[in-house]
């Protein structure tokens, strides 16, 4: 099992910045990647951005240039930064983490943090 607690979602002005923090507990021997997905009003889940075990990492096009995806392996922490801060980006966002096991494929989901951009 892997719990994972998201923080730093908050109110911001357009423009704005703000980070992401996501710490994993439990057993990660087995995982394969850890990264953020959002929702917003009235729209699908979508990736925002991950990274692998091995460091590579998939930025989403509409938040790529703005958004940084990062790890603190010791803290077992993953972190987005999110820069120029647009309406668009008002979604719910949520900690994903990808283990490939035996028995195979298993996503962990935090519980989601907002982040509002709004005048």
């Known amino acids: 099992q892997v719990h994972l607690v998201e923080s730093g979602g908050d109110y911001v002005q357009p423009g704005g910045s703000l980070r992401l923090s996501c710490v994993a507990s439990?057993?990660?021997?087995?995982?394969?990647?850890m990264g953020w997905y959002r929702q917003g009003p009235g729209k699908e889940r979508e990736l925002v951005a991950l990274m692998t075990s091995v460091g590579s990492t998939n930025i989403a096009d509409p938040v790529k240039g703005r958004f940084t995806i990062s790890r603190d392996n010791t803290k077992n922490t993953v972190y987005l930064q999110m820069d120029s801060l647009q309406s668009d980006d008002t979604a719910v966002y949520y900690c994903?983490?990808?283990?490939?096991?035996?028995?195979?494929?298993?996503?962990?989901w935090g519980q989601g943090t907002q982040v509002t951009v709004s005048s």
């Open positions: 994903n983490v990808l283990m490939v096991t035996d028995s195979g494929t298993v996503n962990y």
């Open positions: 439990g057993s990660l021997s087995s995982v394969n990647a």
